[in-house]
């Protein structure tokens, strides 16, 4: 019982944090998560508490409400243990993930990546149709051939993550940091590729794949 009543005053601390920082202080929401887990451990609860951990940023069962972050729902589990590795590591550089995921172990690394990957995803909510846009970006992920790593209906294989209903502003970021070299892929794929689009292509490859339903159909076909 206590350790249930426990449970639900963290998650009403931590959901209170989340909506009267709006994400200003990270760090303070990485300090929670920390004495979350080593509490849930002192009262022998397992660890992650999957409904208490991630959702602040990535949304309740890994289905982000925002676009700014990643819907973790439904991808990959390879590449979700790959990301989280690579924060850990350092390899990825990220004021927020780094920390975290540099106290988690491997067990736990793959816990996350499985319950995340089993989760049906849904699509990106609230994405402005534009036919200009998601025709131009159709075009361009179709001539750079995506669906050779992200699969035919780009809904992740393996190492490769799920684009179709991503957050159009995560996916731009994304490729904008591929662009740029602040983010690389260990096989030289995506920074090759990113290397090659516009400004205008960009915005408009990231509308187009939000608007993607993660069920292998376009939003616009429903």
Same mark, same amino acid.
């Given at each position: 019982?206590?350790?249930?009543?426990? !449970?639900?005053?963290?998650?009403?601390?931590? !959901?209170?944090?989340?909506?009267?920082? @709006?994400?200003?202080?990270?760090?303070?929401?990485?300090?929670?998560?920390?004495?979350?887990?080593?509490?849930?451990?002192?009262?022998? #609860?397992?660890?992650?508490?999957?409904?208490?951990? &991630?959702?602040? &940023?990535? #949304?309740?069962?890994?289905?982000?409400?925002?676009?700014?972050?990643?819907?973790?729902?439904?991808?990959?589990?390879?590449?979700?243990?790959?990301?989280?590795?690579?924060?850990?590591?350092?390899?990825?550089?990220?004021?927020?993930? #780094?920390?975290?995921?540099?106290?988690?172990?491997?067990?736990?690394?793959?816990?996350?990546a499985a319950y995340y990957a089993g989760q049906a995803p849904a699509g990106s909510p609230d +994405?402005?149709?534009?036919?200009?846009?998601?025709?131009?970006?159709?075009?361009?992920?179709? !001539?750079?051939? &995506?669906?050779? &790593?992200?699969?035919?209906?780009?809904?992740?294989?393996?190492?490769?993550p799920r684009l179709a209903g991503q957050g159009e502003h995560y996916l731009a970021h994304q490729?904008?940091?591929?662009?740029?070299?602040? %983010?690389? @892929?260990?096989? #030289?794929?995506?920074? !090759?590729?990113?290397?090659?689009?516009?400004?205008?292509?960009?915005?408009? +490859?990231? %509308?187009?794949?939000?608007?993607?339903?993660? @069920?292998?159909?376009?939003?616009?076909?429903?």
């Amino acid at each position: 019982m206590k350790r249930a009543m426990f !449970a639900t005053a963290a998650v009403v601390a931590v !959901a209170a944090a989340f909506l009267v920082t @709006d994400f200003v202080d990270y760090h303070r929401f990485g300090t929670a998560l920390d004495n979350q887990a080593q509490a849930s451990q002192a009262t022998g #609860g397992p660890w992650p508490q999957f409904a208490e951990t &991630c959702f602040a &940023c990535h #949304g309740s069962h890994g289905q982000s409400r925002n676009a700014e972050y990643p819907a973790l729902a439904g991808q990959p589990a390879a590449y979700l243990e790959a990301q989280l590795h690579a924060f850990a590591s350092g390899q990825r550089d990220d004021p927020t993930m #780094g920390p975290l995921a540099s106290n988690l172990t491997d067990d736990q690394i793959r816990s996350l990546a499985a319950y995340y990957a089993g989760q049906a995803p849904a699509g990106s909510p609230d +994405v402005t149709e534009s036919t200009a846009l998601e025709t131009r970006g159709k075009a361009v992920v179709q !001539a750079r051939s &995506c669906q050779a &790593c992200h699969g035919e209906a780009l809904t992740g294989k393996d190492l490769a993550p799920r684009l179709a209903g991503q957050g159009e502003h995560y996916l731009a970021h994304q490729l904008v940091a591929f662009r740029s070299g602040k %983010r690389h @892929d260990a096989t #030289g794929g995506m920074d !090759a590729i990113a290397a090659t689009l516009s400004n205008e292509d960009i915005p408009a +490859v990231a %509308r187009y794949l939000a608007r993607m339903s993660p @069920d292998r159909r376009e939003i616009g076909a429903r």
